[in-house]
């Protein structure tokens, strides 16, 4: 809660006139708890939640195939409207659950890192400094985590729930078992833990995670996706292949980054694939000069003998 009780005594606190963004936080949250501040957040998880993965979600319930199986990564899977809302259904459940209960207890941790509510609000380059240390922390940590539960002990108690969908859809981001829920929710602390923020960049780090996992789970790589444009981001297609081989799957584990896949040569599965799937490409159009050229690299990266 902010300590002032009028704009003119946070003013003369700052020394300077609030911006109008700070004017409008002071007017939201001078009256209000931190505590509540801080459980706005499952309120801000299932607007997201529920927002961002719905134009994709019309689009393929509603759109002609041949408009969208260009950009679909699967084009051959196709779910119902009832399984979509079966889908957000049982996951808004387990994250009102899971999410929600952690709330109730979990605002003491957020107040001993020393995660601020007061004035003044963090800069634009402030709070785009912390937000990229947060998304580095939580994919290598994630990264690790996500291994872990490709164990057969974690994959046969946990993670197989999430893996229910071999191809992907945003309302199947969180789909986990409540479990895996908590579990994720470290490498996602872990930054701000590391390295504390206001209040709003807390919130608006947890939007921007949740549509990057939605837009990963997505199942359409368009080629205007912005996200094309970010170093080492992996998106859909990346992730998708790490559903499609399911249960066997030791390709793939990062979250939002390829780099911890390359470096620990776990992205070799999805590189082969890659290179096969180009090759038939190059077959089908019969470009064979190209397609034997392209044969002898595939064979070179699979440790092959050629004919």
Same mark, same amino acid.
């Given at each position: 809660?902010?300590?002032?009780?009028?704009?003119?005594?946070?003013?003369?606190?700052?020394?300077?006139?609030?911006?109008?963004?700070?004017?409008?936080?002071?007017?939201?949250?001078?009256? !209000?708890?931190? +505590?509540?501040?801080? =459980?706005?957040?499952?309120?801000?998880?299932?607007?997201?939640?529920?927002?961002?993965? @719905?134009?994709?979600?019309?689009?393929?319930?509603?759109?002609?195939?041949? @408009?969208?199986?260009?950009?679909?990564?699967?084009?051959?899977?196709?779910?119902?409207?009832?399984? &979509?809302?079966?889908?957000?259904?049982?996951?808004?459940?387990?994250?009102?659950? !899971?999410?929600?209960?952690?709330?109730?207890?979990? +605002?003491?941790?957020?107040?001993?890192?020393?995660?601020? !509510?007061?004035?003044?609000?963090?800069?634009? /380059?402030?709070?785009?400094?912390?937000?990229?240390?947060?998304?580095?922390?939580?994919?290598?940590?994630?990264?690790?985590?996500?291994?872990?539960?490709? #164990?057969?002990?974690?994959?046969?108690?946990?993670?197989?729930?999430?893996?229910?969908?071999?191809?992907?859809?945003?309302?199947?981001?969180?789909?986990?078992?409540?479990?895996?829920?908590?579990?994720?929710?470290?490498?996602?602390?872990?930054?701000?833990? *590391?390295?504390?923020?206001? *209040? !709003? #960049?807390?919130?608006?780090? &947890?939007?921007?995670?949740?549509?990057?996992?939605?837009?990963?789970?997505?199942?359409?790589?368009?080629?205007?996706?912005?996200?094309?444009?970010?170093?080492?981001? /992996?998106?859909?297609?990346?992730?998708?292949?790490?559903?499609?081989?399911?249960?066997?799957?030791?390709?793939?584990?990062?979250?939002? &980054? #390829?780099? =911890?896949? +390359?470096?620990?040569? #776990?992205?070799?599965?999805?590189?082969?694939?890659?290179?096969?799937?180009?090759?038939?490409? *190059?077959?089908?159009?019969?470009?064979?000069? *190209? +397609?034997?050229?392209?044969?002898?690299?595939?064979?070179? &990266?699979?440790?092959?003998?050629?004919?």
């Amino acid at each position: 809660m902010i300590p002032y009780a009028t704009a003119a005594e946070a003013e003369a606190a700052l020394g300077r006139s609030m911006t109008w963004a700070e004017a409008a936080w002071f007017r939201y949250s001078a009256a !209000t708890p931190d +505590y509540l501040l801080y =459980c706005h957040n499952l309120v801000i998880l299932l607007v997201v939640y529920t927002l961002a993965p @719905l134009p994709l979600a019309l689009l393929e319930l509603w759109a002609p195939p041949k @408009l969208t199986s260009p950009y679909k990564v699967q084009p051959r899977v196709r779910l119902t409207a009832a399984e &979509f809302l079966r889908c957000y259904k049982d996951t808004a459940r387990v994250l009102l659950l !899971t999410v929600g209960a952690l709330q109730l207890v979990s +605002y003491p941790a957020v107040s001993m890192v020393g995660i601020r !509510t007061g004035l003044p609000l963090p800069s634009v /380059g402030e709070a785009a400094a912390q937000l990229l240390v947060y998304f580095l922390v939580e994919d290598y940590l994630g990264y690790w985590f996500h291994r872990l539960l490709h #164990t057969a002990w974690g994959y046969d108690k946990i993670h197989r729930v999430h893996h229910e969908y071999a191809a992907p859809i945003g309302y199947a981001a969180p789909y986990a078992h409540w479990a895996e829920v908590l579990i994720l929710g470290v490498p996602a602390f872990a930054g701000p833990a *590391m390295v504390p923020c206001h *209040m !709003t #960049t807390f919130w608006l780090w &947890f939007v921007l995670r949740h549509v990057e996992a939605v837009d990963t789970h997505s199942g359409f790589a368009f080629p205007f996706n912005p996200t094309k444009f970010i170093p080492f981001y /992996g998106g859909a297609e990346y992730h998708d292949y790490h559903h499609y081989v399911g249960r066997q799957s030791q390709s793939n584990f990062a979250s939002v &980054f #390829t780099f =911890c896949d +390359y470096i620990y040569g #776990t992205d070799r599965g999805y590189r082969y694939h890659k290179q096969a799937a180009s090759l038939a490409k *190059m077959k089908n159009s019969k470009d064979m000069a *190209m +397609y034997n050229d392209e044969k002898g690299r595939l064979a070179a &990266f699979n440790g092959w003998k050629q004919d």
